[in-house]
């Protein structure tokens, strides 16, 4: 009778682990997509799975760190080497957690080789438009923002005075700046 309670035990504690070990792989980040400039550099992304997992990186100007661990919560260092091209690119980051892999999309801005340079008075202000092939720009509003162009960009100043928009294009042919009122320089020497 013994025998039979002790055995009875030890299935149910080995039929106990194996459903522990059923339990499906997740993983999850604090961040899908990542953008670095054209110029690279390192983010960090946090990432909780209930597996050990592995990292790998889609292309050569990407590097992952560390490149595997543990089940729980770690930081993941993604690392872009600079893109001198004036065209953006795209790779990712893939998490592999047992038969479960969830990507991170990372993006790079191309090399901006052309400068626009605007001095104006407006409390807002409304970028120009730019034409031109696979076209990408990054803008320094003069009051420390900055974000990626777009066509129409508007932007809205807190304090009155003049402003200097620095606007990095690659790929853009010309611009059209919908009206002068306001504007006090003009720039287009690097562009």
Request: proline letters at 3%.
């Amino acid at each position: 009778m013994k025998q039979i309670r002790i055995l009875i035990l030890s299935l149910a504690a080995v039929l106990g682990m194996m459903a522990c070990e059923r339990e499906d792989p997740s993983v999850d980040f604090d961040n899908t997509k990542v953008e670095f400039p054209s110029q690279g550099g390192t983010k960090s992304v946090s990432v909780t799975t209930n597996y050990s997992w592995t990292a790998t990186a889609s292309d050569p100007w990407l590097s992952v760190s560390p490149a595997s661990g543990d089940k729980g919560n770690a930081n993941i260092t993604v690392t872009a080497q600079a893109n001198d091209r004036s065209t953006s690119r795209k790779g990712s980051v893939t998490i592999t957690c047992r038969d479960l892999t969830r990507s991170i999309t990372v993006t790079q801005l191309p090399s901006f080789d052309q400068v626009l340079v605007i001095k104006h008075t407006l409390g807002d202000f409304v970028l120009p438009s730019f034409t031109g092939s696979s076209m990408a720009g990054q803008v320094n509003w003069g009051d420390g923002a900055e974000e990626t162009y777009s066509s129409g960009l508007k932007h809205s100043y807190t304090t009155a005075g003049s402003h200097t928009v620095e606007i990095k294009t690659a790929g853009a042919f010309s611009f059209k700046l919908e009206s002068v009122a306001g504007v006090t320089e003009l720039d287009f020497g690097n562009f």
